[in-house]
C-alpha cells in the first residue's frame, strides 16, 4: 500500500489491519522509519494526508551511527 504512487490513508491501513490510529503512526514510525530506514513521506491531497515510501535515502540517513574507538 505505501509504496503505490498515490501512498495509503491512515484510515485505509486501519481497515485493512484492523489496528487502532495509534498503532499505525506508530508503525510508520518506529518500524517504517526507523527500524527499516524507509524514506516515509506525507502529503496532503484533496484534504486527506496519504502517506508513501518514497524512492532515496531518508532525511538524516547520512549521518553514521558507528560508535568511535577511544
Same mark, same amino acid.
Given at each position: =500500500?505505501?509504496? +503505490? *504512487? ?7 491501513? =486501519?481497515?485493512?489491519?484492523?489496528? +487502532?490510529?495509534? $498503532? ?9 522509519? *526507523? @527500524? &527499516? *530506514?524507509?524514506? &516515509?513521506? $506525507? +502529503?496532503?491531497?484533496?484534504? @486527506? ?12 540517513? $547520512?549521518? $553514521? *551511527?558507528? @560508535?568511535?574507538?577511544?
Amino acid at each position: =500500500m505505501l509504496r +503505490q *504512487k498515490g501512498g495509503a490513508t491512515v484510515a485505509a491501513v =486501519m481497515k485493512v489491519t484492523g489496528w +487502532q490510529t495509534h $498503532s499505525v503512526r506508530g508503525f510508520f514510525a518506529g518500524v517504517v522509519r *526507523k @527500524k &527499516l *530506514k524507509l524514506n &516515509l513521506v $506525507s +502529503q496532503e491531497t484533496n484534504g @486527506k494526508r496519504t502517506y508513501r515510501i518514497a524512492a532515496g535515502k531518508p532525511v538524516g540517513a $547520512s549521518r $553514521s *551511527k558507528r @560508535k568511535r574507538a577511544h
